[in-house]
């Protein structure tokens, strides 16, 4: 075999050392997950950011060219993830699917749910529909990475190849499984939201920000992952740069708390902070009620809190959701034990209806927050009054970008 044709073989045109691989494997898969997180979840998704149309469709291409994802099933896939959330209707939850199948077969379960096509139509509103959509990208989906595998063949030879193969793993592990799978199972929570969702790292760098996938639950239509001081989101650092230079216009941010001190009774400003924050408002409750509460128990009891395992104690944070039968019962027996429990666990109850209403009338949610707080600050229970007097102040901060 001629020596020219060993060389291309063994290095493509480019002849590129490992460490010119090592970068531009680097820089063509965080392309990738750039274009995921910013383009299809972000953008397409949840209508949070709009990108320049020059800029959106190099998105497009990427992800045709490098994952063979059609951005209208991708969108609606994850769309009925958010409606039918922790549920058996949810194409990838851990709490049904288990956590195995989702962290190693997450394609599978991206290729059942594209399968339903009706889920498709119903949730797949509002993305390209244009002539390279209809005639290329949708109907000729594999095309996009086996013309990539070509081009990486020519540029770096079996080198490209493996390089290659790399590429066609990163989304369905990272992505399908990582945040599917572990972002529903391990990792830390700053808010109570009413599914399983956790935040990996407060740092999310290496998947695009998706890291702070409880955040991202609190708040879907967010484009601004990071809500806490020490958190970072990679993603949102490109959005703002994008907005400075015109590419992109940043649509929705998570709103921001404010609290009015000295408020009698709740009143319109409120509810309106309470609807749109309550999963923080819940939090809250958790954070400000439950756990002094749960600490001044144990002060009284001692070593009987050992009796209450710590999953079961997490249960408190969510009125057992989660948790089996049997284990729902033990716990719902603990706290049936202890009238001060009891108490809290019944306001946080009655306070979860109250900002659960889909009722559309604001004056009878009002009224009935209106009476919530009256009973709360009759209760005796000081973590509660001073829950109360706080929750009466909530407001929604103005908006900043």
């Known amino acids: ?26 820089v063509v898969t965080q392309l990738t997950i750039m274009s995921v997180t910013l383009y299809l979840h972000r953008s397409m998704a949840h209508r949070s950011v709009d990108f320049h149309p020059a800029l959106a469709h190099v998105f497009r291409f990427w992800t045709w060219l490098t994952t063979s994802m059609i951005t209208r099933e991708w969108a609606a896939i994850h769309r009925k993830h ?5 549920t058996e209707e949810d194409p990838h939850s851990p709490q049904f699917k288990g956590i195995d199948t989702v962290m190693w077969r997450g394609v599978e379960l991206y290729r059942e749910a594209r399968a339903e096509r009706d889920d498709i139509e119903k949730y797949g509103k509002g993305c390209p529909d244009d002539w390279i959509e209809r005639k290329l990208y949708t109907p000729h989906a594999t095309m996009g990475p086996v013309l990539l595998l070509a081009l990486s063949f020519a540029l770096f030879g079996f080198a490209g190849v493996a390089i290659w193969a790399l590429q066609m793993l990163w989304i369905p592990f990272w992505a399908a499984g990582v945040v599917n799978g572990l972002g529903h199972w391990w990792g830390y929570r700053n808010f109570e939201t009413t599914d399983t969702a956790t935040n ?7 998947i695009g920000g998706e890291e702070l996938h409880n955040n991202h639950h609190a708040f879907p239509s967010s484009a601004k992952f990071a809500l806490r001081k020490w958190e970072f989101d990679i993603g949102w650092t490109v ?19 404010d609290v009015r001190p000295n408020i009698a009774m709740p009143d319109g400003e409120t509810l309106k902070a309470l609807l749109a924050i309550r999963f923080q408002a819940m939090t809250d409750y958790y954070r400000n009620v439950t756990l002094p509460a749960l600490r001044e128990e144990a002060g009284h009891a001692g070593d009987r809190m050992r009796s209450l395992p710590r999953r079961l104690r997490k249960g408190l944070a969510d009125g057992g959701r989660w948790l089996d039968g049997d284990a729902r019962e033990r716990l719902q027996h603990w706290i049936d034990e202890r009238p001060r429990m009891a108490t809290v666990a019944d306001f946080r109850q009655r306070l979860a209806q109250v900002l659960d209403d889909r009722s559309h009338d ?9 009476a919530w707080c009256v009973e709360a600050e009759a209760s005796g229970i000081q973590a509660l009054q001073q829950f109360s007097a706080r929750l009466k102040g909530y407001a929604l901060a103005p908006a900043r970008h």
Do not use: N
């Open 239 to 257: 959005i703002r740069g994008l907005s400075a230079l015109r590419l992109a216009k940043v649509l929705r941010v998570a709103p921001s708390l």
């Open 1 to 26: 075999m001629p020596a020219f044709l060993i060389d291309f073989l063994a290095g493509g045109l480019i002849q590129a050392s490992f460490w010119e691989l090592a970068v531009y494997f680097l």
């Open 82 to 86: 958010h409606a039918k959330c922790e």
């Open 200 to 206: 990996l790292t407060p740092w999310g760098f290496w």
């Open 362 to 370: 604001a004056q009878a949610t009002l009224a009935r927050l209106h």
